[in-house]
């Protein structure tokens, strides 16, 4: 397939599913230029995700510049009630052993480097916008709280926007409450923000119908660790995590999988045909209340509202796992 190669920023909360979406980007410069990689409050403190993102980035060599982003989400600290509904982030197995989807740092070598001194992800955001003369695809796979700050302060940085492509939300699945998908939970004031950006420019949303169906599975993690290398050690030891992570506190369809969330986002962009069901909608987030952070996409066109983003409702499953094999591969030696 013919790609357009396009300027990149990511937003991440690394985290393990994070990771592997920050490999996948890096791993395919002949699709992708990185600008640089935000981080925010999500899966760890910010302090964490931080280090866990620089981690990654020297894992695979890279120089793109990582850019501390929000310690907490726009409102949540004022509704206390939020905090008391949230899931169960780990657990212990039978023999006593933590189990969590995201380790508090990921288990690679401290990193040597430092988030971009004195940057602050909103700021950055609009400085490194503004003076781009090509327009920029954003993908943000963790809290929005930091795109959410940047277009308050300045709306005219969705001109420099080609397209936004988020990991969030669930149309028929959620995971931290009946209603919620974590990442809009844990902001859902910033995410109602970025659907009013959806009026605006292109935005994609990966909720977790679709990447309850991006999932690899102990095979994989096998050949991961066959190679005997960094990589390999490290990909192979996150699937494992996360299988047991699933399997313990939110058991799926079937035993023995790992949805890889995040990185559906970056495959997506280079194949979109990973997609097998895409539905353009109007979407809007239940802010408070029992539904709080629920993503609501009004796939029968009831309201005559804008519509907003394209949802992704289904992932060719076996094309995901190949496309993340063949990509990873490219690390083999490392
Ligand atoms: C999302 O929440 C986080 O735990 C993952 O990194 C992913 O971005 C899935 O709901
Ligand atoms: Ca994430």
Redesign the pocket.
């Known amino acids: 397939m013919e790609l357009r190669k396009r300027k990149l920023i990511l937003d991440?909360?690394?985290?393990?599913?994070?990771a592997l979406a920050i490999m996948t980007a890096l791993l395919c410069p002949e699709a992708f230029d990185l600008l640089g990689i935000c981080t925010v409050n999500?899966?760890r403190p910010v302090e964490n995700t931080t280090e866990n993102t620089l981690r990654v980035v020297e894992l695979l060599g890279a120089q793109t510049p990582v850019i501390r982003g929000c310690a907490s989400p726009l409102v949540a600290q004022i509704d206390p009630l939020r905090s008391r509904r949230r899931r169960l982030e780990e657990g212990r197995d039978a023999d006593g052993d933590l189990v969590a989807?995201?380790a508090e740092y990921l288990p690679l070598p401290p990193a040597k480097g430092s988030a971009l001194p004195g940057a602050y992800a909103p700021i950055w955001y609009i400085d490194t916008l503004m003076r781009q003369a090509e327009k920029v695809t954003l993908v943000m796979?963790?809290p929005l709280t930091n795109f959410a700050i940047a277009y308050r302060i300045e709306p005219r940085i969705l001109d420099h926007v080609a397209e936004i492509v988020i990991?969030?939300g669930g149309l028929y699945e959620h995971?931290?409450t009946a209603a919620a998908?974590?990442?809009i939970f844990?902001d859902p004031e910033a995410a109602a923000i970025l659907f009013e950006c959806g009026e605006q420019v292109p935005l994609t949303v990966m909720p977790?119908d679709a990447?309850h169906r991006a999932n690899l599975r102990p095979c994989h993690a096998e050949l991961f660790k066959s190679w005997h290398t960094a990589v390999g050690d490290f990909v192979g030891a996150e699937i494992c995590e996360r299988i047991r992570a699933y399997n313990l506190l939110q058991p799926l369809h079937e035993p023995d999988i790992a949805?890889i969330?995040?990185a559906l986002c970056i495959l997506y962009l280079l194949d979109p045909s990973i997609i097998t069901e895409l539905r353009t909608v109007r979407a809007d987030v239940v802010c408070g209340g029992i539904a709080d952070g629920e993503t609501v996409f009004d796939t029968r066109h009831f309201t005559d509202a804008p519509r907003n983003c394209r949802v992704c409702l289904n992932t060719n499953e076996e094309k995901f796992a190949q496309l993340m094999v063949d990509i990873l591969s490219r690390a083999k030696s490392r």
């Open positions: 991440v909360d690394t985290g393990s599913d994070d999500g899966n989807y995201h796979v963790g990991m969030g995971n931290s998908e974590f990442n844990t977790l990447t949805p969330h995040d």
